[in-house]
């Protein structure tokens, strides 16, 4: 099993930048498809950013495009996502999540493809 954390939340400004990070243990990381995911209250959880096991492949809502960098370090086994330009409507849970065996045609931007799932980090964007 793969265990996640994330770090790195809090509260910023609009307009502000933060990096998350979230770090793998218990398997090996560079074999997994990774990805960001959001909840604000009252929503449901939604994409952010995905990444493939080397880096070469990532993906992005289209809310964050252009914001947001997914990046990953599989010598450091970390996935990071780094936030610009922030903006209140940002504000939510960030989780990072982990596919670990999922095999399927389902997108690297869907929730049900991912087998494990971190604790998640709050980040607050005041306007």
């Known amino acids: 099993q793969v265990q996640l954390a994330e770090s790195g939340g809090g509260t910023v400004q609009a307009g502000g930048s933060l990096r998350l990070s979230c770090a793998a243990t218990?398997?090996?990381?560079?074999?997994?498809?990774m990805g960001w995911f959001r909840q604000a209250p009252g929503k449901e959880r939604e994409f952010v950013a995905a990444?493939?096991?080397?880096?070469?492949?990532?993906y992005y809502a289209d809310s964050v495009k252009g914001r947001f960098t997914i990046s990953r370090n599989n010598t450091k086994n970390t996935v990071y996502l780094q936030m610009n330009s922030l903006k209140p409507e940002d504000t939510a849970v960030y989780y990072c999540?982990?596919?670990?065996?999922?095999?399927?045609?389902?997108?690297?931007?869907?929730?049900?493809?991912?087998?494990?799932w971190g604790q998640g980090s709050q980040v607050t964007v005041s306007s």
């Open positions: 218990g398997r090996t990381f560079s074999n997994y498809i």
């Open positions: 990444i493939g096991w080397s880096g070469g492949n990532t």
């Open positions: 999540a982990a596919n670990l065996y999922y095999s399927g045609t389902l997108s690297p931007t869907n929730p049900r493809r991912y087998d494990a």
